[in-house]
């Protein structure tokens, strides 16, 4: 599968903008999907992961309920709409995609190493 992120940008603190990512190949529906996000000088970390139907998500702490996942199958399309942004989410944002393991729960899901399949990122830059 070939994954296409975009949506980011400029934005000022307490905005709401929505990433998408583009999903083409082989049923991308069939796929666990994801967020990370890498700050400036920092590692890359885990945002958000969603169920193959949609019906179940996790989000890391940093995430704070401002951000929610969803998914569209028709459109093959994943999104991760931010609310209430502050200068400290300023990242490159990556979507990944995990075709082979089951969905689960927890810190497993973070593991960068399930997902097999990356985005080549959007960034989102947030002023104060």
């Known amino acids: 599968v070939q994954l296409q992120a975009y949506g980011g940008g400029l934005v000022q603190a307490g905005g709401s903008p929505r990433l998408s990512c583009a999903a083409s190949?082989?049923?991308?529906?069939?796929?666990?999907m994801a967020w990370f996000r890498q700050a400036p000088g920092k590692v890359r970390e885990f945002v958000a992961a969603?169920?193959?139907?949609?019906?179940?998500?996790y989000y890391a702490a940093s995430a704070g309920g401002r951000f929610a996942i969803s998914r569209d199958n028709a459109k093959n399309t994943v999104y991760l709409q931010m609310n209430s942004l502050k200068p400290e989410d300023t990242a490159l944002y990556y979507c990944?995609?995990?075709?082979?393991?089951?969905?689960?729960?927890?810190?497993?899901?973070?593991?960068?190493?399930?997902?097999?399949?990356w985005g080549q990122g959007t960034l989102v830059t947030v002023s104060s």
């Open positions: 190949g082989r049923s991308p529906s069939t796929y666990i």
């Open positions: 990944a995609a995990d075709r082979d393991n089951p969905w689960t729960t927890g810190s497993v899901l973070i593991n960068q190493g399930r997902y097999g399949y």
């Open positions: 969603l169920s193959r139907g949609g019906g179940s998500s």
